[in-house]
Nanobody, 123 residues
């Protein structure tokens, strides 16, 4: 069955870095766009970044540009999110997701989801 398992979250201070990982199985990883979303308490789930399947192409939400980097290793069926210079407003549960198409910016466009990993940034 399809599985997406995130890890790497935690409690950090403002300015610190974290690297999230999402290990997947049960589908042809290279055929899917891999996205990262986040959801803070009381807010809607929002797009963070995505990496296309078989080409080296990525795109980011504005708040992530310059601080976050999404990458993928198709040999390991894993997608990563490197987050630098973290801010308290980055506090959220971070989810990875898999979908097909292009410019997948909405949660409804993704087919598979992980369970999420908590990121908490203290000031």
């Amino acid at each position: 069955q399809v599985q997406l398992v995130e890890s790497g979250g935690g409690l950090v201070q403002a300015g610190d870095s974290l690297r999230l990982s999402c290990v997947t199985s049960g589908f042809t990883f290279s055929n899917y766009v891999m996205g990262w979303f986040r959801q803070a308490p009381g807010k809607e789930r929002e797009f963070v970044a995505a990496a296309l399947g078989s080409v080296s192409s990525t795109y980011y939400e504005d708040f992530a540009k310059g601080r976050f980097t999404v990458s993928r290793d198709n040999a390991k069926n894993t997608v990563y999110l490197q987050m630098n210079n973290l801010k308290p407003e980055d506090t959220a549960v971070y989810y990875c997701a898999a979908g097909k198409g292009s410019w997948l910016l909405r949660p409804s466009q993704y087919d598979y989801w992980g369970q999420g990993t908590q990121v908490t940034v203290s000031s």
